[in-house]
């Protein structure tokens, strides 16, 4: 079944940075849409970025655009969040997800069909 594995989640003070990586296995990665959610307790999951594996299109949320970059290494199956100018907001489970195509528009709607286990961002 697919896989996918998130690392570098933790604990940074407003102003800081962290990146995130997201390796996926058992998955047509060439062809596919990836993307970063977010979610803290007791509300909805969010869409933070989006990337098309074949063309690197990006999308981003509103509220992370010119702080956050989602890029991708086609090689070694993974996607990368780089997060800059965090801010204590930017507090979350930040979950990588995956599907092999994703309606237009509809790109950081938290219907993909496949998840991580999500890694915690904290920034105080």
């Known amino acids: 079944h697919v896989q996918l594995v998130e690392s570098g989640g933790g604990s940074v003070q407003a102003g800081g940075s962290l990146r995130l990586s997201c390796a996926v296995s058992r998955f047509s990665y060439s062809t596919a849409y990836m993307a970063w959610f977010r979610q803290t307790p007791g509300k909805e999951r969010e869409g933070v970025a989006g990337?098309?594996?074949?063309?690197?299109?990006?999308i981003y949320a509103d509220s992370v655009k010119g702080r956050f970059t989602i890029s991708q290494d086609v090689a070694k199956s993974t996607v990368y969040l780089q997060m800059n100018s965090l801010k204590p907001e930017d507090t979350a489970m930040y979950y990588c997800a995956a599907d092999s195509a994703v309606v237009p528009g509809e790109e950081l709607l938290p219907d993909l069909n496949y998840w991580g286990q999500g890694t915690q961002v904290t920034v105080s």
């Open positions: 990337i098309y594996t074949s063309s690197s299109a990006t």
